[in-house]
């Protein structure tokens, strides 16, 4: 695993807390059955992981530290999920015996990752034959907003820059079909999907979350450090972020790829 871009400071999980499986992992559930099996890989928080795990018999959830997985154990715990099992675990090479689950799922994990298709090809590994290896990515390069406040095209540059300088690909979403065929999957079917913030209450959410990372999150540190911008530059997209979420107008759609492969 590298680094990871976006950290884990509150303005990234009110992000990642907001995740479900009804909005992040659609492709999927017309897939699940209660007797199943599933591994979730990088699971954050687990808000997504609990609502997974009301739909199978049994998870096992991995995260890159104790520290993060903490996170998830706290809200399956909220949830009264018991049905979840917590390990840490290197993407690259699971430590789980071959053919071990029903389903292994992966959300916004091979963006970051060191090599995408070596992950896909530990997914495909520890599913058992015939069984469902999935992922969803998002490709920053398909984001889509207005009104075209300049700072978000700034924001765009740097984005691209630190999440290339960690070793990740934050245009993942149009590779993933790529991907999946490089890690020998024969039956692939490939989708897409959007998040959409329009509305006032939206706006504020979204760019009042990135107008933070921007200032206090890794994200922040990592552009300051490396030299990539200066404080007054993050100041000044952070602020462009403001702008944008209080224009009546604004719109903003997140492009996501899906892949649902056959083991």
């Known amino acids: 695993m590298n680094a990871y871009t976006h950290g884990h400071h509150e303005s990234v999980l009110r992000s990642h807390r907001w995740r479900t499986a009804e909005n992040s992992a ?3 559930l017309p897939h699940l059955r209660p007797e199943m099996s599933l591994l979730d890989i990088g699971c954050g928080p687990g808000t997504i992981t609990v609502d997974l795990a009301a739909r199978v018999g049994r998870v096992t959830a991995t995260e890159i530290g104790e520290e993060e997985l903490a996170l998830a154990r706290a809200e399956a715990a909220a949830q009264g999920q018991e049905n979840i099992d917590f390990t840490v675990a290197d993407v690259h090479d699971l430590h ?3 053919g071990s689950f029903d389903v292994v799922h992966a959300h916004q994990v091979l963006q970051h990752v060191a090599d995408p298709v070596r992950a896909l090809r530990e997914m495909r ?4 034959p015939g069984g469902l290896v999935t992922a969803r990515d998002s490709d920053f390069a398909g984001f889509a907003w207005f009104p075209e406040v300049p700072e978000l095209d700034e924001w765009m540059a740097l984005y691209q820059k630190l999440a290339r300088a960690n070793g990740g690909e934050p245009n993942a979403g149009r590779l993933m079909l790529s991907w999946a065929h490089q890690a020998g999957f024969q039956q692939v079917t490939a989708t897409s999907s959007t998040w959409c913030f329009a509305t006032p209450e939206e706006r504020s959410w979204w760019g009042g979350l990135w107008a933070d990372r921007m200032r206090v999150s890794a994200i922040a540190r990592q552009a300051l450090s490396s030299g990539a ?7 000044r997209i952070a602020a462009g972020w403001h702008t944008w979420a209080a224009s009546p107008d604004g719109w903003f759609s997140v492009l996501h790829a899906e892949i649902l492969c056959t083991a």
């Open 229 to 235: 911008a200066t404080p007054a530059d993050l100041d």
């Open 96 to 98: 789980f015996p071959d």
């Open 26 to 28: 659609a492709h999927l």
């Open 125 to 128: 590994r520890v599913c058992r």
